[in-house]
């Protein structure tokens, strides 16, 4: 594949991702919705399948980074170029911003009617529950980490998983919501935040409030140093075991 291809791809998967994910939220948040508060085990099955169908779509193009965390962890263990970080990371931003002004058109009527600003803004990005900057980006690193082991262990070629490599990282996805997103959301994910959040500060949303700019760093920090940490955690491991 191209350079320009698998960029490309990141920024097609990077959007599928935000529309079905950011729209599973939208779902359970807006008032309305058919979905309107089915619960966190919607949301995150939600999220679980969103990635799980992102990667097949474009992960046999460009890999399906779909996260700078993810493209900035495997770099940083040799598994990736630096010299495509930048780019690939341009195009998960854009991917995500596209992503997040489908998800607003799609639920145009809904946010209209929805009086809780905080929901409309959760559809876009993540909050934490108790606001307390250290431990929320100790969640997000730990959170990080473990998605960058998962794929790592998951793609591992002795495992043999072929096509169902994307659905077992969908399932890697929901099992850290499940267990993980209690406190922070869950970002996981730099561009998964940043992009959707700079479309809600842009948006003509109805009775929005700011974008709460004061926590959007954690959101982007914890994650790199997540990815990076649980790249290099698994490299060690896999030392020991071979």
Not at 45 to 52: R, Y
Not at 66 to 82: C, E
Not at 202 to 228: E, N, Q
């Amino acid at each position: 594949m191209s350079d320009m291809a698998m960029i490309f791809s990141e920024l097609f998967g990077t959007m599928i991702l935000i529309i079905l994910g950011d729209g599973v939220v939208a779902n359970v948040t807006l008032s309305k919705s058919k979905g309107n508060s089915s619960g966190w085990i919607v949301i995150t099955t939600g999220w679980g399948f969103a990635v799980g169908i992102a990667v097949y779509v474009v992960g046999w193009v460009g890999g399906a980074h779909l996260n700078p965390a993810v493209t900035i962890g495997l770099a940083s263990i040799g598994a990736f170029p630096w010299a495509l970080v930048p780019a690939y990371i341009g195009a998960q931003m854009v991917g995500a911003f596209l992503g997040a002004i489908v998800v607003y058109l799609a639920y145009h009527d809904h946010f209209a009617a929805t009086d809780d600003a905080d929901g409309k803004l959760g559809v876009f990005c993540t909050g934490p529950a108790i606001r307390s900057n250290m431990w929320n980006l100790i969640t997000e690193i730990v959170g990080t980490a473990m998605l960058l082991i998962g794929i790592l262990g998951i793609t591992n070629s002795h495992n043999n998983m072929g096509a169902l490599g994307a659905l077992a990282i969908g399932i890697l996805i929901w099992a850290i919501g499940l267990s993980l997103g209690g406190p922070t959301g869950y970002a996981i994910n730099p561009a998964r935040d940043l992009g959707p959040r700079i479309a809600h500060a842009i948006l003509p949303i109805p009775g929005k409030r700011d974008s709460d700019w004061s926590y959007s760093w954690i959101p982007i920090v914890g994650p790199i140093i997540g990815g990076v940490l649980g790249a290099w955690i698994y490299n060690i491991a896999l030392m020991m075991f071979v």
